[in-house]
């Protein structure tokens, strides 16, 4: 089979059916899952969290050819595939609950050594407020050699994205499915920017389409990349919040901009400063809890 264990792994995660549970536990069974191709379907049947069709897949797929051409047509197309054992696999993600067990990059990789990451989130509806806000917090950012990390949303994560480019810094996007299928359809120039001059990120195979339940889970990556997450303009119940959640599970900070009480988009930041979150009025704001980095 396989000679390395990460070969075996991004086979696994080519497996339909093959979620991170499932791979966790063919990880608890054989560390190296050398094992788990020799495994008959019973035992897979007793082994694994699988509904009978997933199981069925699975062994399918696990049975499929090597996935080496499929690897060298990555290549082909400028995709690294960055497994959990490599040692270029982000330092802050490995530490996070549940890390990504395998990652997709198109573009510059050199950026996921970068520390000095932070990202913003926020609306999908902003007010000129939050493009106000944007524009006080990115340059200066940028221009201290933050990376800006984001979700390639409508919104505020698109106009982090691009101002990040517009301030000669540097940016990541986190997409919820493969790079076959950028979402939004509106965004794909963009990504395409992105994957040229920095990077874009997917925890899923390329072939791979968005799903509803993809995206919450590609928000824990994009405060798990981060030493903190800013929350501009974002509704009480929204993705944004989330983000800030995961980010306050992972230990990581969490700032917010303030904005008036009559505005909806504001009520989440609003209401995250309630619950102590830094409130931000300025990119200092953001810097001076990294002194270390200063």
């Known amino acids: 089979m396989y000679d390395s264990v990460r070969e075996r792994l991004i086979h696994l995660h080519h497996c339909r059916g093959a979620g991170w549970k ?12 050398l094992s788990i191709f020799a495994l008959s379907p019973d035992v897979l049947q007793t082994s694994l969290p699988l509904s009978p069709q997933q199981r069925t897949l699975f062994f399918q797929d696990l049975h499929s050819p090597r996935i080496e051409s499929m690897i060298k047509t990555y290549r082909d197309k400028n995709i690294r595939v960055i497994t959990i054992f ?32 932070i990202s913003i989130v926020g609306t999908r509806r902003p007010t000129k407020e939050g493009a106000e806000s944007l524009r ?40 919820g499915g493969g790079f076959d299928h950028i979402y939004p359809r509106q965004n794909q120039k963009l990504a395409a920017r992105l994957m040229e001059e920095h990077l874009v990120l997917a925890e899923h195979p390329p072939h791979v389409q968005p799903q509803k339940w993809h995206f919450p889970l590609r928000n824990r990556i994009i405060s798990g990349l981060s030493l903190g997450t800013v929350i501009v303009q974002a509704k009480e119940r929204s993705g944004s919040l989330i983000t800030a959640l995961f980010a306050l599970e992972q230990g990581r900070e969490v700032f917010a901009v303030p904005g008036p009480i009559f505005l909806e988009q504001s009520k989440g930041p609003n209401m995250l400063i309630q619950q102590g979150a830094k409130l931000v009025h300025c990119a200092a704001d953001i810097s001076e809890e990294f002194p270390y980095l200063l």
């Not at 890390?99 to 050594?113: D, F, I, Q, R």
């Not at 940028?142 to 990040?164: K, N, Q, R, Y």
């Open 22 to 33: 499932t791979i966790r536990r063919l990880f608890d069974m054989d560390p190296t899952f």
């Open 86 to 117: 490599d040692l270029d696999y982000p330092p802050l993600l490995k530490h996070i609950y549940e890390p990504p067990w395998v990652l997709y990059a198109k573009g510059n990789t050199k950026l996921l050594s970068n520390l000095k990451m």
């Open 136 to 175: 006080q917090l990115i340059p200066p950012l940028a221009a201290d050699g933050w990376v800006i990390v984001s979700g390639l949303a409508i919104g505020i994560d698109t106009m982090a994205h691009e101002m990040a480019i517009e301030s000669g810094g540097k940016t990541i996007a986190v997409i």
